[in-house]
């Protein structure tokens, strides 16, 4: 029988009645940081994100004591962050910068909610993730009718296991909340790979033989969203998914892997169909 989460609320004297659930996923985040993003790097920048809200959702906020915050990791896990005991400040009452994306939320716009964290589920945040189901979007849920199962509890700080080099895949929106431990092999690797556009379908290849090596390639498109490259400032700015096509020796020269760049370039026809242009 595998362990619920409302088990672990009651054992802490929190009643599942009196709780909410809440998955923070901005689907808005290609523009700036995820909220998983702003719980790993920025605390107080988190703190601010989840204790603004939209006043249209203020009956289902109001109607529970305490928060069960969750954020969606870049695997689309439900990774539990805290308990929080919530009570209503009111309407925001001054302009305030977005902590997660460039703007303004403006004076009267949000309402405030103030947010007391329970030491007591410290130990438990960043370590164990649910199971949410169906419905993402219904991201506020109640306690009491979703007794949601227990999917993992991990050791302490412990990293997911790098998938490999070839199985590795992700959106370039979320390449800055990696684990730690997959930004060091990336950091300490060279070799090609391949961007693929969402919005055309158009494939790059390309390759990094820098100090910093695919790692500080990756970040220059999440900078700049073309890295230098021509046919990519052409294009609007898009979330390109990142792979892994070949991984150079440690070995290998500058020339070594253009050579590897070049072949890769022609077995995927990314001149003629893509967006290499050299």
């Known amino acids: 029988m595998s362990l619920l989460f409302n088990s672990i609320l009651t054992q802490e004297g929190i009643e599942p009645g009196e709780t909410i659930l809440v998955r923070h996923q901005d689907m808005r985040a290609e523009k700036g940081r995820t909220p998983f993003e702003l719980w790993r790097f920025d605390r107080p920048a988190f703190d601010a994100y989840q204790t603004h809200q939209n006043p249209d959702r203020r009956s289902r906020f109001q109607r529970a004591t305490y928060w069960a ?23 925001l009452d001054h302009d305030r910068p977005k902590p997660h994306m460039p ?16 030491p007591a589920f410290d130990d438990l945040a960043g370590r164990l993730t649910i199971e949410w189901g169906d419905g993402a979007r219904a991201w506020i849920q109640r306690a009491e009718l979703q007794n949601k199962p227990v999917a993992e509890l991990r050791q302490r ?7 490999g080099f070839l199985n590795f895949m992700s ?11 997959w930004i060091a092999t990336f950091k300490a690797s060279r070799g090609i790979y391949l961007l693929t556009c969402p919005k055309t379908r158009e494939q ?15 970040i220059e498109y999440k900078q700049t969203g073309h890295g230098g490259n021509v046919a ?5 700015p898009a979330d390109y998914q990142i792979s892994v096509l070949e991984v150079a020796g440690t070995a290998a020269t500058d020339a070594d892997i253009a050579a590897m760049e070049t072949r890769w370039k022609l077995k995927l026809q990314s ?3 893509g967006l290499n242009r050299n």
């Open 69 to 91: 915050s969750f954020v969606a990791t870049p695997a689309g896990e439900t990774l539990f962050v805290g308990l929080y005991r919530a009570a209503y400040v009111g309407l």
């Open 103 to 118: 703007g303004v939320d403006e004076a009267g716009s949000c309402d405030v909610y103030r947010l007391e964290q329970l």
């Open 157 to 163: 700080d412990a990293d997911p296991e790098f998938p």
């Open 171 to 181: 959106p370039l929106s979320q390449i800055e909340a990696l684990p730690l431990t």
């Open 204 to 218: 790059y290849v390309g390759m990094a033989a820098g100090q910093s090596g695919f790692w500080g390639r990756w």
């Open 232 to 236: 990519l400032k052409s294009r609007d």
């Open 271 to 273: 001149r003629d169909m």
